[in-house]
Each structure stands twice: as C-alpha cells, then as structure tokens.
C-alpha cells in the first residue's frame, strides 16, 4: 500500500464541555445533552448513537434543565432564568422567555406534555402551557423558601413533587398549593452538615417518592403520609441525579463520585407478589461528577463532568445480544473541528470561543516504518483568533490555499484574508458581509479557493465567488420547496464543478456549480450521513453513513458505482460494522483514483478498491504481516480495507500530498488533566 | 425415660460437715420448701428452686436433736425432737427454740412422721405410735411397749391409703426383720417376719416401699447388690400373728461393694428405683435409676467425692450430702415404656441385617437404591439429565454392585481386601456418587469404632481425595482421625470439606499447636502452603541496610524488627495453615477458641505474628508459596484469638512482649500509611511525569507502512 510520513499532532488542546443534563425521548429514541457551555446535543439511538444535530452553545446560558414535551418538543431552560425551545428542523432557537423567577434550577414537562413546570431561584414553582407555536405562562405555586433544585410530576398529573434545600415539598396541581412537606435528615455519617440539597426527585404512580440529596442518600417517601419509608446510604458525596424507566420498576442514580446505582424493584421471595426496591448493580464508568442520568426502555445513560456521555444497555433488556448490547462511551464530537490547507500545510482548530491555526513542521529524513523522524522544523502557532459575542463558534474552514479562514457563530458570519509575508502573518477581516449571511452551520471553500459555499440554516447553500480581499455573491440554492431542514454536510469536487449537501435526514444533493442548478438527489436512505466527499477525475460521490455503510455513487452516471453496488451485494466485514464511532472524514489520494481514505475515532482505513473485499472469514485488521511470507499468501490474504489503529482518539486524518499524511489525536489523558480533579478518595490504608 | 438433670448445692450446708451425714430431709408445707436437720443441733428450712435458706434454729448447746424436724401440715408448724424426749413445735416466725412450746414425752422418740393430708405420727423407740393430737393433750401418757427386748427399728415410712394413714416399720433382733404395719384408724397392728433367701450371709443395708391399694411393696437392698421385693398386706387377711413374708428378687447386680457409709435406695416412682452406691468393685459411688418394669438402667450420675449413703426423694428432687454439701439432682421420671427403656440399646444393630444407606443422593429419585430393579426404568422418566441417564443404567447398577460388595466387605473383611475392594470401586466411581462414597466412609468409621484396633487410614485417605465429600456426609471422620492424631488425614479433611463446623476446626487447632515435634517428623505432610522460610531469611539479611531517616519521616521502633525466625517447625506450619484457610464463622468460633491453652495460643500468635512480618516484607502484601494464607486470613485470626484470649494473653509474660512488638508493628504501619496518605499527591505528580517521559510530545514526525 505504500510508507506515508505522518505528521502526529497532539497540540489539539481540545476539551469537551461537561455534560450538565441529558433527556431521552422514548418516541422517536433520540438523546438531548446538554453541556455546561450550553451547547445541545441531538443523538439518535436508533441511527448507532450518531449525534446528528446540535445547537451551539452561548456563554450566558448555562442550560440547567433539559425535557421534550409534546412529542418531539425541545426545551431548556438555564441559570439566565430563560425557557427556550429549540427548532430541531432549521437547527436553531425558536424563542427565549423569560420567566421572570430569577435563575431556572428545574424544568419538567407534565406526563401529557401539554404543561411545562420551572423551579427557580426565588423559590417559586411556575407552571407554562406548551401551545402549538409557544409556551404561555398559566399560574404559580405557593412560593417556598428557597430554591426549587427539582420537580418530579405524578404520572396521572395531578400532583408534583419538587425537591429544595433541606425539605421536599408535594404541591396539588389543581390548587397550586403545598400539601406536604418532608424535611431532609441533614445528617451525615453522624455530622452535620450545612444543608442537604435535594438534587432530584422522582414521584410513582404509587404515590411513592424517592430523592437524591447531597448527604449521598437516596431516600423513599410515602407522598400520602410524608413519612420517610427507606433510606440508602450509597455514597460519601452527592447523589446528583435520578431516573425512572416508565414502567416505574427501575431507576437509575448518578453520585458525584462517578458512580451510577441502578434500582430495581425485586419480589421479596421468588413468587412473591410482594415487591421491594434493592441496589443491583453499581457501575463505575465516569471520574467525576455524573450530574445527569436518564434511563431508557433498555439502557441507562449517565453523563457529567468528565465530558463522556455513557450509555449502559441493560443486558435483561436486551433482547438480541449482538454488539448493540455492548457498552457506549461518547468522548467526541461527530463532527470536524479541524480543518486543513494541503498547499501550505497548515491545520485550523475550531475552539469553542477562539481558533488556533497552525503551521506543521517539516524534516530532510527518512526512515522505515515506526521510525519518528528528526525534526528540522517545528510546528508554528501562527494564529489565535478570538470570537466577538458570547456565541460559540457553530464552524470554521480554512481554505486550501491557506489565504481564507471563515467561520460562523449562530448570528454573525465572519471571512478573513491571510497574507503571508515570510515569517509574518497579517489578517484582515473582510467587512460589509451580505445580510443572508448571517450564520452557517457548514462552510466550504473550492479546491482552487476561488469559491465559498455556504450552508446556512434555513436550508439555503450560498456559493460565493473570492477575490483578492473581497468577494461576490454568486447564486443561492433555495430547499426544495416544503422543507426547511438544514444542510450540516458539504463536498464539492476538485474539479468544482459539483457540490454535494446533506441534511440530517433526507438524502444527498448535488448541485451543478457551472449551471448553478440541483444537478441530483442521491436516493434516501434510512440512516444519516456523517460524511460525504467528492473523488477527483472520476466525481463519484463517496458516503458514509451512521450504521457504518458507505456508498459510491457517480455524479455524471446518477447511479451507483458497480463497486458499490459489489460493497452492498457481499456485505461489508462484520466487525466494520461493530465499529462505535462515525466516518467523519473521507478524502482521496489525488494520483491514486483507486484508494479512498476514511476515519473515525478509533482507525483510519484506506479502501484500495482494486482489492477483493474481505468477508467475514478474512482478518479485517492485520497491522503487520510477517516480512518472509510469501507473495501468493500476501496476494491471498490482501483485501481491500486497509486499517490501522495507531493513533486514537483520531479527531482528523488526511493527505497533504501523495506521501504525507497528517493526524491529529487528542489523547484522553490530556484531557482528563484539564478536568477538575475528582473527589479525592483515599488510596492508602482504610 | 428417666434422666437426671444438672445438680446444683445448696449453700451454707455447714452444718453438713459432719461425715456421718443428715439426720433427715423433710417437706415443708410449701412447695419447693424443704426442712433439712442435721446431726446435731440445727435445723434449716431451705427454698430449693432460689438455693437458699428461709429460716435456721437450733436447740441450746448440750442438747441434741434427735429426730429430723417435720412439718405439721394441718397447721404449718414444724416439730421436732431433741434429746429423744423433748417434743418441740414451733412456727416460721420462731427465732429460739428454747422459747417455743415444749412437751417432754415419758418414752424415746424414734421418729415423728408427718405427710400431706393427716396429723403428724410420733413413733415411739418401743414400737408404739401415737397421733400428735392425742400425744400432746397428755404428754406424759404411758407408752406402751410392742417390741421385744433387743429389737431395734431400722426404717420407716408413712402412707395415706385411701386416707387411712399406714405406718410400717422394719425391726431387726439377731440379723431377723420383722416388718409392722399399724393402721391408725383401726388401732391394728400387724407383724410380719421378712424371710431372707438362701443366701443368708447377705445383709440388707437399705428399704424403700411405696404402696398399692391393697400391699406395700417393700424393697430391699442387699449387701449382695440386689434388689429384693417383699409384698407386705396392708388389711391383713387373717389375725393370725407373725405371718411369714417371701421376698423376690427384682435386680441383680445393682450395686458392688459397700462402702462405709453404705448404699441407699429410693422409690422414684412405681417402674423406678434409684440407687446411691458403687456399680464396681473399687469404682467410685454413682447415683443410678433404675427402671425395675424393664430392668434396665436409665442413667447414672459418678459422686466422686463421696456420699453419706443417704438419699431422699421429694417432688422429683433427689437430695444427697455430695462429698461435704447438700446437692440437689433434680431428676425427672417419665412415662416407663419399653421404647424409652431401651433408649440406650436403640443404636444396636442386630449384624445380621441389611444396613440402609445413611445418605440420601438428591440425584436420583427416592425408592430407586443402589440396585433395584426398578431404577432403571425410574430414571428413564427423570425428565433432568436425560441423554446420560440413557447411557447409564449399566454403569449405575455395576457400580452399585461394587459398593454394595465393598460395604459387605468393610463389615468383616481384612484391611487388605478391603484396599483392594476399595480401588475396584474408585475405577468406576464417578462424582455423582458421593453418597456411595459417604457410605463407604461410614461403614469404615463404624468398623473402626466397634474395633479399635481397625483403622483403614489408607482407604480413608483414598476417599477424602475423592473431592466430593464433605463434613456432613461423613461426620464421624474427623472425629476419629482426632482420637487418633491422625494429623495428616485432618488437614487433608481441612483442605477439602467446606462445612467443617467451628468447634471441629478449632480442636483441630488444639492438635496441631499441641502435637510433639517428634511425632510430627514421621509424618507427610502436603507442604504446599509452606515456602521455605530459612532462604529468604538470609536474603533478607543481607539486604537489610543502615537505617536513614527519610522526609523526616522516622518509621517507628524499627528496633521491632527482631530476627523474624518461624516458630514452629515448617509441617507444623502447613497443618496450621490449614486451619487458616478453613472457612469459619466467628461468632461460633470465638467461645471455642477460649478452650486453647494459653502456651499453644501464644505459639499459634507467634507464629501468625510472623506471617504478618513476611507479609509486611513485599509490596504486594502476600506470602511467597503455592496457596499461602492471605493477610486478611492471617489478619482476621490474629483479632480472632486476641479477642477470645486477651486477658489470658495479658498475664503470660511472653505473649505480653508479643502483643507489645505486635501493637508497635501495627502501629508502625498505621503511620505508614498515614505518611502515604499524606504524600499521595506527589506520588500523583511523580506518575504524571513518568507519563510525560513515556508520551512523545506534542508534535512528531514518524513513518507508517500500511501493508
């Protein structure tokens, strides 16, 4: 296949948000999280867990509460005391209200979705009706004292529960009033402490309530009496979080010792109706905090500080053991953060409020294989370019010829001109950017970097021609009439002469840049695409889908490629398709039509399509073959997905020329470092 | 079924320290209470149930009582006489007899007679009774004299029969008895002369009697050691004068030899009699009942101290001077049936008979034994293990045949042929047929007790090594292995059953600190938890370095460090490795840990003092060797033997350096650890840069080949 010098990048200081709360929505299986920078996140469980939209974040929303209502209704609601709703379609906030109760600590949609229910700072319980378009406020509850940390609804509707500083309190929803109040043991382990926050609150159908404080108690209520039935000590820290499956026979608790208990309502004797709730398994999959745990029909799904969002299918649950059974741990984005100038070899990192741009370094020698190379030349941080606003950076792109970088928040679209004269760098910001440009979810500039093209999220593509530090609108590609998804996906050919967009669930299309036209619509499939990338000479259209498939279909053809149709025909590798993490990056060698390269987090692999495919027999991944085999078994054994898994966790991978690949990993360790330190436990002696 | 129940001394019996014994025990007018007179001058009223005494009088010094007091029903009061003619009465809230009524009667007292439901009898030393009543309305009354000259009056009793009240005394003159009944309603007296056997050396030492509607049945005991029945009328059938009474014999060989103070016997009830003397020759006095219905013996108690020969029988309460105190066996008879009787004799099988196996094999269904027929259509239906079960009728039945042939051959056959036999069976032994093998073992155990000399230790060894087999299923082994120090077979026992309960463990325990080193050499022993501590130790001193203060942290008193050297020799340490690794619990361990004598208990410490040391020496905590005890063993065992023997420990002056040296050591390392604690943070920055050095930077150049 050939040696490649690779430049190892390491100095991505990417650190994923913390995850503050994750919601799940058990109609159409999808996953909201958000994270302590606001931004949320749309995962679908059904589609290999792909996180296919997310919002960006903002600095002075801290989302501390997450639910859907009505079905596939969206809301948050955070420390600036707004409740927002989210456009899952055009991929952008539909509207912030004021609640006019200082920060919001709670948000709950009622068992019919119909009402929305926030707790905030000033003690008060307020509770909104969701209408089609809006939400409108309806009433308060009796103000409590302090802060309103948590709401729980009774399945039926007609009361709530909602956990504060030191007491619970049970409030009628017909009346609004306070009804019951259970006060918190603030004891622990025999000390006193300060206060005992109630963190979370689940009320059952039977009338039971259970909550989670900060004496590390998880404590069972009788709502009808207000008398404490069973207390669990399970933790020296925190309980933050509770979930309750639907059928109320199993709930799941975080603690901020990164522990996640689930509970399970057990027969007391087998054949016993009498039934009673028992820790069954503690999992330790997190370091630090699990601030937020939901549990879905078959799995439980924690999330905290230490950025993985983990998801935990219970194996009773299941009821195929195949590798959807297995363990999910979500560290990364499914999507670029990076993006890459070959000509100049320069790397652009996409930050949450800044981006880095970087120049690679070079050497004179060469080596065999696992050799690391004298550098004659360092890397070079040229740029650190700060954002205006509160608004995280939504995308970035560099262009290939290293004089554009663009990138947009959720409001404003920001071009620069790069010059380079020798050792310095100076920029300049182009300014009077038209109107509709206002924000993009996807930016790509042509291979010759004369084009920009633009997806915005109303749907729109705007393709913009470069000149010399200005530019000039050149068409706008409208959505198909009716719909108004969002484009987050873009290819075009080398040649540029094709563009290629996908939204998050309808197909692909591709668009004439010539004839400034929909050139096609690759046909729909029931999966969405993680990346898609244009070949060069031949234009095929290369596809990578969520549940690990990948397509070639010709742009001049509309059709499939034979190989393609030969990929489906045989079946890619079992375990190709076993892999958790997307395809987020694909791109062709330019004097080798045959290969295609592609990597997710864990691998990069590059597709000689000359090659026979493996089956499920043949060794997908052999990283070193004997040097004195022969060439008949080499031949034999030789297929066409050539893998290797040296560097991980692998953000960006890609040919800066026919020998030189850059990759850029960002190692756990390195993160984990930037991580608060975790509640300390002793190591030594008891 | 009579047993006789623990015994308890009353206190403050010193008025019993006299050898010759009480003048008499005596019911009081309530319940539980009892008069108890001694010899000389004092009188005690004693509550049994609380041990203690309610009342004491005595007479004025110089006088003597001579007639154990009684209690007059009727009234309450008590009576007693003292000086053989001075009658005094007197009530509980008496404090000196000296000052209560007082009737001096014109003839010698022999006994005053008091029962439940008439007036109290005086019997006069000349024959003659009289009722209290008309006794005392006239004291001086002429007494008139029944016997002859030179008969005495040996025993005594009162009945009430059909509420006549019955006297009976028995007389001696020249080695004759005579026996009188007097009936005091009818003012009749009746004598009898009671005709020995052919035997005529023998002399009777003791009587009881108790009564029927129509005879009293009077039994004797002689110097021959046997029980003798005499049926005396209580209406006599004609007036003829000195009728002549045959007795009987009911027992044989009750008693052996009499000691000085000579044997007793006591009427419990109408089936059981109980008897204070030695059952052997030259054997130690024994309390023994006796059922006289079915002959046999229900239980007996040993009296090493010695008696006074002297027994009462009250309210099942059997009251005896024991060595110099009064004690109290409460004894219970239950309904005598021949079941009950034979209660000791139940275990015996008669040889000839088909033992049943003694374990059930859950396995297969119950009614299918080892070779019946129908089992094999049985087991065909047993829906569970099917596809085998299809298989394996012919290996079942021969394989039951084999047992079979082995248990016949284990009941007579020679230790060889049993061997032989025996490695027949295990060629065919398969693991599903752990009962077989816990018959095996318990038909051996059997043989082995019912002949001592009998003691297949091979074939035991052979079938332990089985692996199926557990404590329950044959408890008898550990037991035996125990009386016969087979140290060997016990820790094999040890490493293999997993339900050895604690007290069994723990006398294992007791062998193997107790056991001489000399008879341990002879031994094989599996030493496969033992390493060789003398390699290491030298090791060890060589890499012993000058002591350094580091981080101004000072590990306290290294000077503990003494030259560890094991205790006990190296098979003494696997055995009791074995123990360590036996599984326990410690609430049932702990009282039997006490047991332990101090020397073994302060070896046993020692030596896991010493595994700790050796554990203490790696960073892994652990014990060099093939299955070493952990330190949470040693640990537990440790805390274990302090708690149950801490005050034990405490006095002995060397295990007091061994707790001194063992709590220095703990201490120690409590502080280590708190040291560690302390620097756990630089031990984290230290890691972090170890780290640093293995990853290479944050930018490289390097070569990949894809092949």
Redesign the interface.
Same mark, same amino acid.
């Given at each position: 296949?050939?040696?490649? $010098?690779?430049?190892?990048?390491?100095?991505f200081n990417y650190v994923p948000p913390g995850i503050r709360c994750v919601a799940y929505n058990n109609q159409s299986n999808r996953l909201a999280v958000s994270r302590t920078d606001g931004t949320v996140e749309i995962y679908n469980l059904s589609a290999n867990y792909f996180q296919e939209k997310f919002f960006p974040g903002h600095e002075s929303r801290a989302t501390e509460a997450l639910c859907w209502a009505q079905g596939q209704r969206l809301f948050s609601a955070g420390l600036n005391g707004e409740i927002l709703e989210y456009d899952l379609q055009a991929l952008n906030i539909k509207y912030a209200m004021d609640a006019f109760g200082g920060p919001i600590w709670s948000m709950i949609a009622s068992p019919s979705g119909s009402q929305l229910l926030i707790g905030c700072e000033d003690g008060s319980v307020k509770l909104f009706q969701i209408t089609p378009d809006k939400i409108q406020f309806e009433r308060n509850f009796d103000r409590q004292k302090s802060r309103i940390l948590s709401l729980s609804w009774h399945p039926s509707g007609t009361h709530i529960a909602a956990g504060s500083i030191d007491y619970i309190s049970v409030f009628d929803v017909k009346s609004g009033s306070a009804i019951r109040k259970m006060i918190v043991d603030r004891q622990y382990m025999s000390v006193s402490k300060r206060k005992c926050i109630v963190w979370g609150v689940a009320f059952l159908s039977d009338g039971t309530v259970i909550s989670v404080d900060s004496a590390g108690k998880v404590q069972f209520w009788d709502s009808a009496t207000g008398t404490l039935i069973k207390s669990h000590l399970i933790a020296n820290a925190d309980v933050q979080s509770i979930a309750v499956a639907d059928q109320e026979d199993s709930f799941v608790v975080g603690t901020a010792e990164g522990t996640v208990f689930h509970f399970q309502l057990v027969s007391v004797t087998s054949n016993s109706t009498e039934k009673q709730w028992v820790r069954t398994k503690p999992f330790q999959h997190h370091t630090h905090d699990v601030r937020s745990v939901a549990h879905s029909p078959t799995a439980l799904i924690s999330g905290g500080t230490d950025t993985h969002l983990v998801i935990r299918p219970l194996m009773e649950k299941v009821e195929v053991k195949n590798y959807d059974a297995a363990l999910r741990k979500i560290t990364f984005p499914h999507r670029r953060l990076i993006s890459c100038s070959k000509k100049k070899q320069l790397l652009l990192f996409q930050f949450a409020h800044h981006l880095e741009l970087w120049r690679l /370094?070079? *050497?004179v020698a *060469? /080596?065999?294989?696992?050799?690391? +190379?004298p +550098?004659s030349k360092?890397?070079d941080h040229l740029l650190h370019l700060k954002t205006k606003g509160p608004e995280n950076i939504i995308c970035s792109s560099v262009s290939p010829c290293g004089s554009w970088i663009a990138y947009s928040t959720a409001c404003r679209f920001f071009l620069y001109r790069l010059n380079y004269e020798h050792d310095n760098i100076s920029l300049k910001r182009v300014s009077k950017m038209p109107a509709f440009l206002h924000s993009a979810l996807q930016i790509l500039f042509s291979e010759d970097s004369t084009k920009l093209f633009v997806a915005s999220n109303q749907g729109c593509l705007h393709v913009i021609q470069l000149l010399e530090g200005s530019f000039k609108h050149l068409h706008t590609f409208q959505p198909q009439s009716g719909t108004v998804e969002a484009m987050c996906l873009l290819a075009v050919s080398p040649d540029g002469n094709w563009l290629a967009a996908s939204g998050t669930s309808a197909g692909v299309h591709v668009y004439n840049v010539k004839h400034l036209k929909l050139h096609c619509t690759v046909p729909a499939y029931n999966f969405p695409v993680t990346a898609l990338a244009i070949a060069p000479n031949t234009n095929y259209l290369v596809i990578a889908h969520s549940d690990q498939q990948v397509f070639e279909y010709s742009i001049p053809d509309k059709q499939y490629t034979e190989w393609s149709r030969n990929v489906q025909k045989q079946g890619l590798h079992h375990l190709w398709l076993q892999r958790d993490t997307p395809i987020t990056h694909i791109s062709f060698h330019p004097k080798r039509p045959m290969h295609i390269l592609l990597h997710d987090a864990y691998m990069f692999c590059?597709i000689d399509k000359s090659l026979p495919l493996p089956n499920d027999k043949t060794v997908l991944y052999?990283p +070193? &073959?004997p040097k004195n085999e022969s060439d008949v078994f080499?031949r034999r054994t030789a297929h066409a997905f $050539?893998i290797?898994k040296?560097y991980k966790p692998l953000l960006f991978l890609d040919l800066l020329d026919e020998r030189t +690949?850059v990759a850029v990993e960002r &190692?756990l360790?390195d993160i984990i470092?930037q991580l608060p330190p975790p509640i300390k436990k002793? $190591?030594?002696?008891t | 079924m009579a047993a006789l129940e623990e015994e308890f001394t009353l206190s403050a019996v010193t008025l019993g320290a006299r050898p010759d014994g009480l003048l008499g025990v005596e019911e009081s007018d309530k319940t539980d209470h009892f008069l108890v007179t001694d010899r000389s001058r004092t009188v005690i009223l004693y509550k049994v149930s609380d041990q203690k005494p309610l009342g004491s009088w005595s007479v004025k010094q110089g006088q003597i009582i001579t007639c154990p007091a009684v209690c007059n029903f009727q009234t309450g009061e008590h009576i007693v006489v003292h000086d053989n003619k001075v009658l005094r009465i007197w009530n509980h809230e008496d404090v000196n007899l000296d000052k209560v009524f007082k009737a001096t009667l014109s003839a010698e007292v022999h006994r005053v007679h008091s029962i439940q439901g008439t007036e109290p009898v005086v019997l006069f030393k000349s024959g003659a009774a009289r009722g209290l009543e008309a006794l005392l309305a006239e004291p001086q009354q002429k007494i008139e004299t029944v016997l002859s000259d030179g008969e005495v009056i040996k025993w005594t009793k009162f009945f009430v029969v059909y509420r006549h009240p019955v006297l009976v005394f028995i007389t001696e003159k020249d080695g004759n008895h005579f026996a009188y009944v007097q009936m005091f309603n009818s003012r009749n007296l009746s004598k009898y002369t009671l005709l020995l056997g052919q035997e005529d050396n023998s002399v009777t030492l003791s009587f009881t009697a108790y009564v029927d509607r129509k005879f009293i049945f009077l039994m004797s005991l002689s110097s021959d050691g046997c029980i003798y029945e005499t049926l005396i009328p209580i209406y006599p059938s004609d007036t003829e004068k000195n009728q002549r009474l045959v007795r009987s014999l009911l027992l044989k060989a009750v008693v052996s030899g009499i000691p000085p103070n000579g044997v007793t016997l006591t009427i419990l009830d109408q089936d059981h009699v109980a008897v204070l003397g030695p059952p052997r020759p030259s054997s130690k006095e024994c309390l023994s009942i006796w059922n006289i219905k079915f002959q046999t013996l229900q239980t007996s108690k040993e009296l090493p101290q010695g008696t006074s020969g002297q027994l009462w029988y009250y309210g099942e309460h059997l009251f005896m001077l024991h060595g110099k105190c009064l004690t109290v066996v409460p004894c219970k008879c239950g309904v005598s049936s021949l079941a009950g009787a034979l209660g000791k004799l139940k275990h015996t099988q008669d040889p000839g008979t088909q033992t049943m196996p003694h374990h059930v094999n859950w396995e297969i269904s119950p009614g299918c034994g080892p070779g019946s027929q129908n089992s094999v259509q049985l087991r065909r239906t047993l829906r569970r293990k099917k596809n085998e079960v299809s298989l394996q009728p012919e290996v079942a039945v021969s394989e039951a045949a084999v047992s079979e042939q082995l248990l016949s051959t284990i009941k007579n056959g020679s230790e060889k042929h049993i061997e032989v036999e025996l490695r027949k069976f295990l060629a065919k032994w398969t693991p599903d047929s752990h009962t077989a093998v816990g018959d095996i073992i318990t038909g051996l155990l059997e043989r082995s007790k019912a002949e001592p000399s009998f003691y297949p230790r091979n074939c035991l060894i052979q079938l332990v090594q089985t692996h199926v087999l557990s404590y329950s299923l044959c408890p008898g082994l550990m037991d035996t292995a125990l009386e016969k120090t087979d140290v060997q077979m016990l820790q094999l026992c040890l490493q293999q059953f997993p339900d050895i309960p604690e007290s069994v463990t723990c006398a294992c325990l007791k062998l193997f600190l107790s056991i001489g080193d000399d008879s341990l050499q002879g031994i094989n022993i599996n030493m496969e938890s033992v390493f060789d501590y003398s390699n290491t130790e030298q090791e060890e001193k060589m890499e012993e370095q000058p002591e350094i203060l580091r981080n101004g942290f000072n590990p306290e008193d290294s000077n503990c460090k003494e030259t560890a050297s094991c205790p006990v020799m190296r098979k003494r340490a696997a055995l009791l490795n074995a123990v360590l690794h036996a599984a326990y619990s410690e609430t049932f361990l702990l009282p039997h840990l006490k047991d332990i004598p101090a020397q073994d208990i302060t070896l046993f410490l020692q030596y896991l003092y010493f595994l700790y040391l050796k554990c203490s020496e790696n960073a892994t905590m652990t014990l060099p060797g093939k299955h070493p005890p952990t330190l949470s063993q040693i640990m537990d065992w440790i805390c274990l033997l302090l708690d149950a023997n801490f005050t034990v420990v405490l006095m002995i002056p060397e295990a007091k350096r061994l707790l001194i040296n063992l709590y220095k050591f703990v201490k120690s390392q409590i502080s280590v650890y708190s040291e560690l604690n302390k620097i756990e943070v630089s031990f984290r920055e230290l890691q972090k840069l170890n780290q640093e050095k293995n990853s290479r930077g944050l930018y490289s150049i390097e070569v990949l080949e894809l092949f």
């Open positions: 296949m050939g040696e490649f $010098k690779v430049h190892r990048v390491r100095f /370094g070079s *050497t *060469t /080596g065999k294989n696992g050799d690391t +190379l +550098l360092n890397a590059i052999n +070193l &073959p080499r $050539k290797s040296i +690949l &190692p360790d470092a002793k $190591k030594f002696g | -």
